[in-house]
């Protein structure tokens, strides 16, 4: 009699520990170190939100600098195609193929708030960019903080300084201004950058305030230099997804988690990431011997010149490829707005 309700006991407890137990795991890759500022103020964090939001029913694995295979231009189709169960994604790093987002992209487009840049970038996706994506589950859409110049050398203070420097760019409207601005463009993913820095492939690039730790920018360049005003010089548009059939495998509680931790705020929130990480960035940067520089409003005027005149080319072009470029570009300009209105730049 004592071994049978033992034994009911231990059956008890088995299945009480069944129902909380874990039913899924999710591995989400990206192509950045762990220390950097979406992985460690925004992924991370999600992924422990959704942990506990399941209640331990859902389990989020997470691969940084693509330890699951593959090239950082091939995460959407590692997605796509369900070799991963989802991850972060520039959709720039395929030109040509998402062309709409790339008005997101376009020079002095963004504030330098991520967090608003971000608001702006969820909504544009709403509009423009559900298509794109229909085959993964999008999670989030959102840009990172100012884009900056890091370089060998001198800070850049003129449009004259940019002559000649090979400079890495992250996309087709960074480098189309880059090219305006008289450097030689070279197109590299972030994974490619310190080394083409440190072996002379590239004289420095544009990338963020928040990358500098991570990827040791403080050490390998030698200055770091900003425009003046509220707008970025340059600014990228990133995904956050799922594998659509993993999101579908998934009972109807369980994709309610995902949900709730999609959308609008998952956006936000990865800005206010990037502003989190600009912000230690800058620190580590005041703290070396790189040297700050600041272009002056009178440059930055001139810069914004050429700014424009790569949109008004990029709204011909998209306009010969069947889009409604002024549209796009109008409309983004008005997201922007209204999201600064919600979220003011600092620093």
Do not use: C
Not at 35 to 54: G, L, T
Not at 163 to 174: F, I, M, V
Not at 307 to 330: P, Y
Request: glycine share 8%; no cysteine; hydrophobic share 45%.
């Amino acid at each position: 009699m004592k071994k049978a309700l033992f034994a009911g006991v231990a059956m008890l407890a088995l299945t009480a520990t069944g129902a909380i137990a874990q039913e899924v795991t999710i591995r989400l890759q990206h192509f950045v170190s762990p220390n950097s500022a979406n992985p460690r103020y925004f992924i991370e964090p999600w992924a422990e939100k959704v942990e506990a939001d399941s209640a331990g029913r859902i389990k989020v694995e997470i691969y940084p600098l693509m330890q699951l295979g593959g090239r950082a231009p091939d995460q959407y189709d590692m997605i796509r195609d369900g070799v991963i169960d989802g991850g972060w994604v520039i959709p720039g790093y395929q030109p040509g193929r998402f062309p709409e987002a790339e008005a997101l992209e376009l020079p002095f487009m963004m504030p330098k708030s991520g967090e608003a840049a971000s608001i702006a970038a969820w909504e544009f996706t709403q509009k423009y960019l559900a298509d794109d994506f229909a085959d993964v589950q999008l999670i989030a859409a959102h840009m990172h903080g100012r884009g900056i110049v890091y370089k060998k050398g001198a800070p850049v203070e003129t449009v004259e300084d940019f002559e000649g420097l090979k400079l890495r760019g992250p996309s087709r409207p960074a480098t189309m201004l880059l090219k305006k601005l008289g450097a030689t463009p070279v197109g590299l993913p972030v994974p490619a950058f310190p080394e083409a820095v440190s072996k002379g492939v590239v004289d420095g690039g544009v990338i963020t305030y928040e990358m500098a730790p991570s990827l040791k920018l403080e050490e390998l360049t030698d200055s770091n230099t900003d425009v003046s005003g509220d707008h970025s010089l340059y600014n990228l548009y990133f995904i956050w997804a799922m594998n659509k059939d993993k999101y579908n495998s998934l009972p109807d509680d369980l994709k309610a988690v995902i949900d709730a931790n999609s959308g609008a705020m998952a956006a936000a929130w990865a800005g206010r990431a990037h502003d989190t990480g600009d912000a230690d960035g800058k620190n580590v940067l005041e703290a070396s011997d790189n040297v700050a520089g600041l272009i002056s409003e009178a440059e930055t005027a001139r810069i914004m010149a050429l700014g424009d005149d790569v949109t008004a080319e990029w709204i011909a072009e998209a306009t010969a490829k069947g889009l409604d470029g002024q549209a796009l570009v109008e409309d983004a300009r008005a997201f922007v707005a209204a999201a600064e209105a919600q979220v003011k730049p600092e620093g």
